[in-house]
């Protein structure tokens, strides 16, 4: 399976890094011809304005969007944001899933912080997956073919899914912990539906 990491802005490598220790031909992607061939692509964590900005410059915005009609896409944190439909102001968007998101949830840089939550459908045989915020976003609605797939515990929306489509609020780029790459390449790999 060959993925693409979006490589504008933010913490690509740590995905690339934990995609590789899977097995995965991981490449960057900071054109529109580096998306051919590929079977799936992260958007990273980062500055989803900034990124967003430099997806429009480089054309890359019509053509992930494309790409995600038929292939895979998982983006965490400022990722989650750009797959988004709505983030209550005007930034450039993939509007790829039916999810609205509330972009600095949790408050400031300072606010940031990691819980421990079992995720039961990453083998839940498995420890409590450690869930990494840094200034994360929440979504704040789930409709259309979007489903919620994961909430804390005050009941706040923290990953959701459509199709091959991965929305998720925290970074498991920042940890050694590879359940939620093996996932998505899971998802990857499962028969398309568009
Ligand atoms: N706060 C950032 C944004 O709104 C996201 C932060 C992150 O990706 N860790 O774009």
Not at 168 to 175: A, K, V
Request: net charge negative; aromatic share 8%.
């Amino acid at each position: 399976m060959e993925f693409g990491v979006l490589a504008l802005q933010g913490d690509f490598r740590e995905h690339r890094i934990s995609l590789e220790k899977l097995g995965a031909d991981v490449s960057e992607v900071r054109l529109p011809e580096h998306l051919d061939g590929l079977d799936g692509l992260i958007l990273p964590g980062g500055e989803s304005t900034a990124i967003g900005k430099l997806m429009v410059a480089y054309g890359l915005l019509d053509a992930i969007r494309e790409f995600g009609q038929t292939r895979a896409i998982w983006g965490t944190c400022a990722g989650a944001i750009l797959l988004s439909k709505d983030v209550g102001t005007n930034q450039a968007l993939l509007g790829l899933m039916d999810i609205t998101i509330e972009r600095n949830a949790f408050g400031r840089q300072l606010d940031s912080f990691v819980i421990d939550l079992p995720v039961p459908f990453l083998e839940p045989s498995q420890p409590d997956y450690h869930l990494t915020f840094i200034r994360g976003p929440i979504i704040t609605q789930v409709y259309g073919q979007a489903e919620p797939l994961m909430t804390l515990p005050d009941g706040r929306i923290i990953a959701a899914r459509q199709r091959k489509l991965l929305a998720t609020s925290f970074h498991p780029e920042l940890t050694s912990d590879l359940r939620f790459h093996r996932y998505f390449m899971e998802m990857a790999q499962s028969q398309s539906e568009t």
